[in-house]
């Protein structure tokens, strides 16, 4: 019997399994995708630590390059140190391929039970500016200063993207968080821009703004009044695991970054290097992440298989959750293997 999988278009893409417990969820990535005959083709590159054990740079051109060049990746979490050492490779990643657009997904998910029901809100994040721009200097001994970077082009281009997005994705609602009390320049430019593109392009969607305190505390009262949040690029990056929380953590929560013909998708979460190679990291969120990228593959390629196969993996890890089959993070007690396997033994075929 001829072997249709291997006769399919194979896309390529870009695997960085980054460091920490990286590489074991990124193995489980693969194996599910073998197993649900994802027509995707890997090529791994290395970035962060496993860089640097390396030789090479933290960031390696070559990798940077691979990325640009092939226009779809997938990246697993890399270390940042804390007030020392290197810089971040996520920051570092952005800038360089301008994936100036972070999206994030957060939605209930059945066997996963929390305070809140029914959860589904979209965190859009400016990626490339705000006080993550990293511009800081020592002012004089003991004084430091770091500058809020905001443009009237990075502004729109956000808003513009996130308005695009949720009229594709017929969302209802797009609530703007902000700080423009205080900071009336630059959080006053976003908010502008976001007005500007609601009212000449897209008067479709909602529009409304929250302070963002204030929005904070409405959404753990209340996450369902929330639809799309659309935020500078720290808040974005707070909020964002905030709402992960809501849903049973940065564990069942995916991520990708996109620029104008570049995308990225990733693990949102940490490297956790207190558990690396214990085998009981969760998985599923990496998952979920290359989900999204077979669905962004199926649309810009246009090839339904993707689309497919995005839709089987799914169903298999919501019935896996559903059934009680669950890793420890979760209060359930399988190893990272021993989920991989329950997810591919529902999609009806061995690894």
Known sequence: MEDTNAQRMQHEVVLIKGDGIGPEISDAVKKVFHAAGAPVKFIEHDAGMAALDKGDDVLPESTVEAMRSVGISLKGPCTTPIGKGFTS???????????????????????VKTRFDDVDLIVIRENTEGLYAGIENEVTDGVVASMKVATNKACHRIAHWAFRYATHRQRQKITVFHKANIMKLSDGLFIKEARNVHHQDYPNIKYEEAIIDAGCMRLVQNPGQFDILLLENLYGDVVSDLC???????????????????????????????????????????????VMMLNYIADEKRDESCGKVADAIRQGYNACLREGFKTGDLGGELSTADFTQELIKRLGKEA
Request: glycine fraction near 16%.
């Open 89 to 111: 490779v996520n920051v570092g990643i952005r800038k360089s391929l301008n994936l100036y657009a972070a999206l994030r997904p957060v939605r209930s998910l059945e066997g």
């Open 244 to 290: 992960a929380g809501l849903v049973g953590g940065l564990g069942v929560v995916p991520g990708a970054n996109y620029g104008d013909s570049v995308a990225c998708f990733e693990a949102v979460h940490g490297s956790a290097p207190d558990i690396a190679g214990k085998g009981i990291a969760n998985p599923l969120a990496f998952i979920m992440s290359s």
